[in-house]
């Protein structure tokens, strides 16, 4: 009897990225879209698409699991409110289970994120785990006692919007704060501080990019350091002491034994880790810094999928 | 039948409060001592004595709780290490209920507050609980899913040293970092932050007590903010800003229902909580905003005394 398989979407803000997923965690089909319109029918329209696709290609699964950019009611599969797709006040579950003819599940993408860098990788074997997804913003997921935790209605794991810098800038996008980790450390962020870097650095590549007419993002800046930049550098770097100083406080507040970092921003990789590592191991707690080791995610920008997946493997009776 | 009753015991670094509580979590006999030592042999004395003297003037406990301000491993019931007193690596537990005679149970004191709130007090009903004692320093406890969350190995909780002020003071007390929660909103910092304003305002009675020579601790401080002396009210009012950036943070993290604040601090009452929940509404995410509230503690100075009660009843098969 071959494995039991079912399908894993995960919903971005901007892109949608599905797959036929086995409980041996074998990936047998992937589909992609780009939203095209921002109507929610057209959006959930998107969503069948990529499942039809997927099981007209590799017929069989026997569940479907959604991760999306969403406040998620998890007991009722709502979507509570999202700032990223048109998916307030949804009864997602309920209406793709209808659309669909199989068992739906849904949740936070970054919690599904979580989830599967915690059951099967970076993370593996840990029950106690942090996950921070450093892309355009900075999401979170946690995995406590080991399960997903959602806090009181569903809204827990923004780690993204712990204060840091009390008097730092404005984070900005659906968040009233400012000096949040999102706004200090995020691929938005280093692009910002990349732009002031190539303005204060004039002979610096950054500045030469920037002259060049490019637009100053996460992905230059992240790529001039690889080049060798040192303005680009000294922004990654500081990038990374603020996500340490972060992951220190999550380190004493959770006492986790990892915190896997994904996200597009860990292109970055080591120059952004290292700093982090360190700012990590200067400021947290003895007991606390020595339990936990920072990581980058297994499944990479797969890993909302994956996640996906295993919830419905999960919720689907098997696994 | 009379009701159950067990010995509750809390241990903190500078006394030691005991009493006989019964599962209706009516006290029956209460015992103090302040420490006179600093031995381990002598700390462990303090508190059988303790416990003969409650079970002399109120027999018929059938267990013992002690809330300690240590690191705690809660299955092995062993003291791994702390700040406060002499209990590095000690197996407390099982020590205790040779000495006592009686089964015992052992737990961080911040832990134990927690409980106490959630289960009877200012959190009475919340499944998602955060606790934030002021005192000195700034210890924390959390209740997750109804249960006490201890981390990978009993180390969370420690949100005293979140990082709030990423270029603030050091934090000091076994603490590597700077800008913690605990260096900005505790009493040592509200009495810090005195001082330095008593120097800058010669004119307030901040400054006129400085110059009688009292000391300016965060006890003073907050007597003269309740004077009226502006200077004082500034400081506690920062002070408590300060602490709304935290809760902001945390409110983002947990989505909690309730962050209940105890500790001496508190004296300071609305002039510290008022402040922090403006800060913590201007700055959080609005769905954690609205589904939170900060409640100062029921219990007051006894809550580690009656957490550790409620743990006695509920590990010795009862309440």
């Not at 894993?8 to 589909?31: F, I, N, P, Q, S």
């Not at 068992?103 to 919690?111: E, F, G, I, Q, Y």
């Not at 980790?181 to 190539?198: D, K, N, P, V």
Request: proline share 4%.
């Amino acid at each position: 009897m071959s494995p039991r398989r079912v399908i894993g979407v995960d919903a971005g803000g901007t892109k949608l990225l599905g797959g036929v997923v086995d409980e041996e965690l074998t990936v047998h089909a992937r589909a992609h879209r780009l939203w095209r319109g921002r109507e929610r029918g057209e959006v959930l329209d998107r969503m069948v698409e990529v499942v039809e696709e997927l099981r007209a290609a590799e017929p069989g699964a026997v569940a479907v699991g959604f991760g999306i950019p969403s406040l998620v009611d998890y007991r009722s599969g709502t979507s509570l409110s999202s700032v990223h797709l048109p998916l307030n006040d949804v009864p997602f579950r309920d209406l793709m289970s209808e659309r669909l003819g199989l068992p739906v599940l849904v949740d936070n993408d970054a919690n599904l994120a979580a989830l599967a860098e915690q059951r099967y990788g970076a993370a593996k074997g840990c029950s106690e785990v942090l996950l921070l997804t450093l892309g355009t913003g900075i999401g979170g997921g946690l995995v406590l006692g080991g399960e997903v935790y959602r806090g009181s209605f569903g809204a827990a794991g923004e780690m993204g919007h712990m204060v840091v810098d009390v008097d730092g800038p404005p984070c900005g996008d659906g968040c009233p704060g400012n000096g949040c980790l999102e706004a200090l450390a995020s691929g938005s962020a280093i692009g910002r501080e990349g732009a002031e870097a190539a303005r204060q650095q004039p002979d610096s590549l950054l500045a030469r990019a920037a002259g060049e007419g490019r637009e100053v993002t996460g992905a230059l800046v992240t790529e001039l350091a690889h080049d060798g930049d040192s303005a680009a550098v000294e922004v990654i770097v500081r990038a990374g002491w603020f996500l340490g100083a972060g992951m220190a406080g999550l380190a004493n507040i959770f006492n986790p034994q990892a915190i896997v970092v994904g996200g597009g921003a860990i292109a970055a990789g080591e120059l952004l880790l290292g700093p982090a590592r360190e700012e990590l191991a200067r400021r947290a707690l003895p007991a606390n810094r020595n339990g936990v080791r920072v990581v980058p995610a297994h499944f990479g920008v797969e890993s909302g999928m994956m996640g996906a997946a295993v919830m419905a493997l999960e919720g689907s009776g098997g696994s």
